[in-house]
């Protein structure tokens, strides 16, 4: 159908030109007595023709390589291909334009489908650490839900699986606590509420979390801050940021050891000093440690998830602060918080 309308047009417009150049004809013979004169008028509109019909020729070119060169864009950018950048990119016409605007586009929706890439196997990685760590306490509360029901035991011993049973249960409840909180820090639906607060009383909430644990390890806490200390901060989350920290200094430091908190104002951050006399960390693993779920071989026997300063490092990060860390194997750690001033 498309080509029967071409030729009928075609044909339209040859008969209209025809009978234009009839007619131009005939008025020379008419009005125009000299035979040179009316064969140079003629030879004018003859080259007029031909001039035209070479502009709509060269016109009809053009459109027909900028609607390749846009569909062969277009194909790139279907095909999640990169389109090739001509010469003409780099041109002022209209085609070169275009071709810009696409290619912007073409990027845009490249960077979307590369982060739509990252999240999913971010949710990925994420589905899996869980799997694997419910794993461990939902085997053990099953085996000795499982050892109570079917065996009759001592009052002493059955009150021993009992504890077993709900030490799993805790345990299995900070792990999804832990579990809900990073995936609210990783899906952005975290929300901090940023204050001048008192640091002193941030730093007091964080040890009233571990002062039993230390206390039971006969390990000496003490803080060197001037309760007159006040920076913007949410105190809830910082508390619980510092007291991650402080829970891995208690659970790796020795019974009658020492874990002491120093602060002091800089000019354009607040330093809180954690330092421990624990068993200390190995230099090339210092950015291990504020990874999700890491456990470093010689603590695996150790209670824990691995979640603590990974946590601690994203609260801090939130408020646009940061965390860093020197340690000497066998001697102690120090962890050093800088809040925004």
Same mark, same amino acid.
């Given at each position: ?57 060269? &016109? ?107 030490? &799993? ?143 601690? &490092?994203?609260?801090?990060?939130? &408020? ?22």
């Amino acid at each position: 159908m498309k080509r029967k309308r071409e030729k009928v047009g075609k044909a339209l417009l040859l008969t209209a030109a025809a009978a234009l150049i009839g007619g131009l004809v005939w008025m020379c013979q008419r009005w125009i007595p000299s035979p040179g004169v009316r064969y140079g008028i003629l030879a004018v509109a003859a080259g007029i023709f031909a001039v035209a019909g070479i502009w709509a020729a060269w &016109q009809r070119k053009q459109v027909t390589a900028f609607a390749d060169e846009l569909c062969a864009t277009l194909d790139d950018m279907m095909a999640g291909r990169k389109p090739e950048e001509g010469e003409q990119v780099y041109e002022d016409t209209l085609t070169a334009r275009v071709q810009g605007k696409l290619r912007q586009f073409g990027e845009m929706t490249g960077e979307s489908r590369e982060q739509s890439r990252r999240d999913k196997e971010t949710l990925q990685a994420l589905v899996s650490d869980i799997s694997h760590q419910v794993k461990t306490p939902i085997s053990n509360i099953r085996m000795f839900t499982g050892i109570l029901k079917n065996h009759s035991l001592p009052e002493e011993k059955r009150q021993e699986f009992l504890e077993l049973l709900d030490g &799993q249960a805790g345990k299995l409840d900070f792990l999804m606590q832990s579990l809900i909180k990073m995936s609210r820090l990783e899906t952005g639906t975290f929300t901090l509420h940023v204050e001048e607060a008192s640091l002193y009383e941030t730093i007091a909430r964080a040890v009233s979390q571990v002062w039993a644990g230390a206390e039971k390890k006969e390990i000496s806490v003490s803080v060197e801050c001037d309760s007159s200390i006040r920076v913007r901060h949410d105190a809830k989350w910082t508390a619980e940021a510092l007291g991650n920290i402080l829970d891995n200094a208690v659970k790796y430091t020795a019974p009658g050891g020492q874990i002491v908190i120093r602060v002091r104002p800089w000019q354009m951050y607040t330093r809180v000093d954690v330092t421990d006399t624990g068993i200390g960390i190995a230099p090339e693993h210092y950015h291990d440690v504020f990874r999700r779920f890491y456990r470093a071989e010689e603590v695996a026997g150790q209670e824990g998830v691995g979640l603590g300063l990974y946590l601690a &490092q994203e609260i801090i990060r939130l &408020q646009k602060g940061y965390i860093t860390v020197k340690s000497v194997p066998g001697q102690g750690s120090t962890f050093t918080v800088y809040l925004l001033s």
